[in-house]
């Protein structure tokens, strides 16, 4: 079974800094595809950013430049580095990650969700 662990949301002023992480744990062999994503009252969910387990990113054109996707292979955490935040960052911010498990099946996990909220 593998189970991810977020942790880092929670309130900030526009303009300031947030660190999201994601502990994966279980019965791994690989971590593939590590993922955040976010879904905004009212909107559909969106891919913030995602990071390839040769450590290949990319970001959604809305947090280029303010976001930064980070991964620790020895903890098998990835991590998001939210700056200069702004009120449209407000969401609830979820981890998604892909690879193969101890039985080498593929497995896709999503973390609970963390909200973040940015007040202006």
């Known amino acids: 079974q593998v189970q991810l662990v977020e942790s880092g949301g929670g309130l900030m002023q526009a303009g300031g800094s947030l660190r999201l992480s994601c502990a994966v744990s279980?019965?791994?062999?690989?971590?593939?595809?590590m993922r955040w994503y976010r879904q905004a009252p009212g909107k559909q969910r969106e891919l913030v950013a995602a990071?390839?387990?040769?450590?290949?990113?990319n970001y959604a054109d809305s947090v280029k430049g303010r976001f930064t996707i980070s991964r620790n292979n020895a903890k098998n955490t990835v991590y998001l580095q939210m700056n200069s935040l702004k009120p449209g960052d407000t969401a609830v911010y979820c981890c998604?990650?892909?690879?193969?498990?101890?039985?080498?099946?593929?497995?896709?996990?999503w973390g609970q969700g963390t909200q973040v909220t940015v007040s202006s």
């Open positions: 998604n990650v892909v690879g193969y498990s101890s039985d080498y099946e593929v497995y896709d996990r």
């Open positions: 990071i390839t387990s040769g450590s290949s990113t």
């Open positions: 279980g019965s791994i062999f690989s971590i593939n595809a």
